[in-house]
């Protein structure tokens, strides 16, 4: 078979059953009225039980999670919020919305989160927060960076959402932050097409989620007596009804994607100069994106293996860019004065790889995408 006849490897797919359709055509059916959003709040209920937390709101996706967060917690101009360097740009874009700073920082080399002794050198009278994001399944320090935002008096929020799953010290993925949000977009653990979950302990911060998340309406108004201007940050029933199916299997998925990692990492395991998803003593990833880093800064980069790849008929995705890097940032100094002359991120940046990590994938085509992958190396 030659490669022209190979069917295509997406890079990734979910995993949909008959009861995702059964319980969506039901909500369609029966989500209005008095009944509105009771998929809503099973859904929530879902989500803060695993987390354990003792409050979650849906939205439409992580972002406006962040953007609650940040909006809850008062930060706005003046404010500095530190953030990694190399994340996926929804992860910071929202310290903008609410018009502060953000100050971008260096990662570690082996989780690929944030480097906690980077964002303490990088604390200044006028840092509000920070956000720590768990890349790609991986788990921040969260004990190092809780202690770092209570010594400072900071909001610490946790960028959960790709890592639905992993957990850090026995503790569910969510639960280290002040508040926490997740994403259910079409490429992550659980799907709701689009969609996200803002988490919290905190009853307080939670009744500023509520109100600011339906255009500043006081609790109970049924009036639209709208007492200041806000946001409309809400998810379908529809859309909730899907995540409810998806939460009842999560332990049959999470231990899908560990398999799908498993399988790579037998099959690259004779490789030197690549480095695969860590997985530290302390954490249990959930492998969101099996991913790939050539340790050669020499070598061919990110969009090089991705070309090569894609002509053996095997979708792929670029690790995420420096944000420092981004046309959206260039010229932005006071974002990236606390960076050193050649972070750490540079690396991963420039020649981490996410390969193929839906639930379709078989051992058969994990062994297709590795030898091909061994092969565009020279390994």
């Known amino acids: 078979m030659t490669t022209e006849d190979l069917p295509r490897i997406p890079v990734a797919a979910p995993s949909i059953t008959a009861r995702e359709g ?3 055509r039901e909500a369609a059916l029966n989500a ?20 354990g937390v003792a409050h979650a709101a849906s939205l439409p996706h992580a972002t406006s999670g962040l953007h609650l967060a940040l909006a809850a917690a008062g930060i706005g101009p003046g404010d500095e919020v530190i953030g990694p360097d190399v994340t996926w740009i929804a992860s910071m874009a929202p310290v903008s919305y609410v018009g502060a700073t953000p100050v ?14 980077a964002v303490e050198a990088a604390i200044t009278p006028r840092t509000r927060a920070i956000i720590g994001v768990d890349l790609y399944g991986s788990m921040c320090d969260w004990t190092r960076l809780r202690d770092i935002a209570d010594r400072h008096d900071l ?10 799953g992993s957990t850090f010290q026995g503790r569910a993925a ?16 659980i799907t709701t097409g689009e969609g996200g979950m803002i988490v919290t302990d905190d009853a307080a911060l939670f009744a500023r989620i509520q109100k600011l998340r339906d255009h500043g309406r006081p609790p109970g108004d049924r009036f639209f ?17 899907l995540g409810i199916a998806q939460m009842e299997r999560l332990d049959d998925l999470i231990a899908q994607k560990r398999q799908i990692f498993q399988w790579y990492a037998e099959r690259l395991a004779g490789l030197e100069g690549i480095a695969l998803n860590a997985e530290p003593q302390s954490v249990r990833n959930s492998y969101w994106m099996v991913t790939v880093v050539p340790r050669n800064p020499e070598g061919p980069d990110k969009f090089a293996i991705q070309a090569a790849l894609s002509e053996q008929a095997i979708d ?31 690396l991963m940046a420039r020649n981490g790889v996410n390969l193929p990590s839906g639930y379709n994938m078989t051992e058969a085509l994990v062994d297709r995408v590795s030898g091909a992958l061994t092969r565009i190396l020279g390994l």
């Open 22 to 24: 059964d319980l969506a």
């Open 155 to 164: 909001v610490l929020i946790e960028d959960a959402a790709e890592a639905l």
């Open 32 to 51: 209005w009225g008095p009944g509105h959003y009771a998929y809503n709040a099973r859904f929530e209920a879902m989500m803060a039980g695993h987390v």
């Open 225 to 241: 007596q709208n007492d200041e201007v806000a946001f409309k940050y809400k998810m379908s029933g529809v859309q909730a009804a």
């Open 104 to 117: 971008f920082v260096d990662i570690l080399p082996d989780t690929w989160c944030l480097d906690p002794a």
């Open 316 to 346: 792929s995705r670029p690790f995420f860019s420096r944000l420092t890097t981004l046309q959206a940032y260039r010229g932005r100094t006071e974002c990236a004065r606390f960076l050193p002359g050649r972070p750490r991120g540079d």
């Open 174 to 189: 969510g639960a280290f932050g002040d508040m926490a949000v997740f994403s259910f977009h079409g490429s992550k653990t």
